[in-house]
C-alpha cells in the first residue's frame, strides 16, 4: 500500500515569506501529525489532526498553522519566516491514536535564506 | 523542556553482537513508548513498542524493556547487523495519545 507522502521534498524560500506543506496519509488513517526536526532540537510535535479537527497542539507560535482536509490529506503553513524555521517536516498518519504506531512520510527540506 | 532523554549520542558495536540503546523520561503519566530508526533521507520507521502494563516486548532481533520505577527503557538488538546502522529515536506518550514527545536520538554504527 502506498505510504505517507509529502510534498515537496525540498523547499528554499526567503525571510518574511510564507510556505504550505502538504501530506496525504496512508489511505484509511484518519490522525495526521506534524513534526519539526532541528540537529538542536530533535523531532519536536507541532500539531495532530482528526477528522479535520485540531485535537493536539504543541508549543510553537502562531506563526504555524495547519489543517486537514476531509480526505484526510493535511497541510501546514508557515508565515512570516524566519531562519530557525529551517529544518526537516515531517507528516506522520495514523489509524486513529498514537498507540496505532505512526508512519512517517520523508518529509520536506524547508531552507530559509 | 526535554522529557524524553537518549544521554548517548553515539554507540558504535561490532556486528554479531549486542546493541544497547538507552532511553530515560521523566513524565510519569507516560503510558505508551516506542523506538523508531531512521535513515538519512528518510522518515523515521516504526520499530517496537511497549505499553506501561509491561516490562518487555520483543519482535525478532528487537526487544524493548521498561523499568517504570527509575523511568528507564532500552532496547536490546541481538545480534546485531550492519543494515541496522541508523539513527534510533526513543518516544513516549500519554494516554496513548496524539502527541509523541521524542528523544534527541542515538546513532548507532555497526561495523563489520
Known amino acids: 500500500k502506498a505510504g505517507v507522502t509529502q510534498t515537496p521534498r525540498y523547499l528554499i524560500k526567503t525571510r518574511g515569506q510564507q510556505v504550505t506543506l502538504s501530506c496525504s496519509p496512508i489511505?484509511?488513517?484518519?490522525?495526521v501529525s506534524w513534526y519539526q526536526q532541528t540537529p538542536g532540537q530533535g523531532l519536536q510535535f507541532l500539531f495532530e489532526?482528526?477528522?479535520?479537527?485540531?485535537?493536539n497542539k504543541g508549543n510553537f507560535p502562531g506563526r504555524f498553522s495547519g489543517r486537514q482536509f476531509s480526505n484526510s490529506r493535511s497541510e501546514m503553513n508557515v508565515s512570516t519566516l524566519e531562519l530557525g524555521d529551517s529544518a526537516l517536516y515531517l507528516c506522520?498518519?495514523?489509524?486513529?491514536?498514537?498507540?496505532?504506531?505512526?508512519?512517517f512520510g520523508s518529509g520536506t527540506r524547508l531552507t530559509v535564506v | 523542556d526535554q522529557q524524553v532523554k537518549q544521554n548517548s549520542p553515539s554507540l558504535s558495536v561490532q556486528e554479531g553482537r549486542i546493541s544497547i540503546l538507552n532511553c530515560d523520561y521523566t513524565?510519569?503519566?507516560?503510558?505508551?513508548f516506542l523506538w523508531y530508526k531512521k535513515y538519512p533521507a528518510e522518515g523515521p520507521t516504526f520499530l517496537i513498542s511497549?505499553?506501561?502494563?509491561?516490562d518487555k516486548n520483543e519482535d525478532g532481533r528487537f526487544t524493548v524493556f521498561l523499568n517504570k520505577s527509575a523511568k528507564h527503557l532500552s532496547l536490546h538488538i541481538v545480534p546485531s547487523q550492519p543494515g541496522d546502522s541508523a539513527v534510533y529515536f526513543c518516544?513516549?506518550?500519554?494516554?496513548?495519545?496524539?502527541?509523541?514527545?521524542f528523544g534527541k536520538g542515538t546513532s548507532l554504527l555497526v561495523t563489520p
Open positions: 511497549i505499553s506501561s502494563i509491561k
Open positions: 489511505s484509511g488513517h484518519r490522525s
Open positions: 489532526y482528526f477528522s479535520e479537527t485540531q485535537r
Open positions: 518516544a513516549a506518550s500519554e494516554n496513548s495519545g496524539y502527541a509523541l514527545n
Open positions: 513524565n510519569s503519566m507516560f503510558d505508551y
Open positions: 506522520a498518519s495514523s489509524l486513529v491514536v498514537v498507540g496505532d504506531g505512526y508512519t
